[in-house]
């Protein structure tokens, strides 16, 4: 009997292997797998979740104070980027479509029309953020290395999402609204598990407690 609970476990675990070498994660499992099992972080920075409908964040939005819009580039079909990727070269990776330019231009009317005074426009290094960033036409746009795409090389995640985390924290008296455009496994692995679709945003906000809230979504348009 012994004989064969031993070979049946060794069958299972055999299986699971393989199963992992034959089906990689995509890049929502894998953001999942980072925030359902993330580092124990600094009680001053935990992230907690205050959901507000969307009708209350744009009238919170409006008084312009300490709010930082985390946003997801537009529509760019595909995952990730070629294997072939180079930073500096968009040739070499997933750019937006023309949907995806239509649908970036959209929500920077949407706050241009519900008058958001933007203060800041952040932007990863990747072309879609980038280009996403700029069709928004809500200000100057600012490369911003914290919000860079981890999902091929998660050994930098922890550090992005502590500079992202204390950078919401120093800027909770920063008048206006702080746009950062990033990735979506980014922002997952700071708000936990939810996965935004391209042009969604995530609203979040520093309290007087030294705690990062999270408001609630903005849908895309």
Sequence with gaps: MRRYVIFGLGATALSLILKRLYYPKTEETQAKSLSTN???PDSATITYIATKSETAIWSLLQQGKGYVILMRHALAPGIGDPPDFRLNDCATQRNLSDEGRKQA???????K?????VSRVLSSQWCRCLETAKLLNLGKVRPFPILNSF?????TASKQTAQLRQFILNNRSTPGVIVMVTHEVNITNLVGNIYPKSGE???LRANDKNKIEVLGQIQAV
Excluded: D, H
């Design 38 to 40: 993330p580092e124990t």
């Design 105 to 111: 231009i959209k929500i920077g009317k949407t706050f």
């Design 113 to 117: 029309n519900r008058n958001i005074l």
């Design 151 to 155: 999902f091929s090389n998660y050994t």
């Design 201 to 203: 945003s995530m609203v």
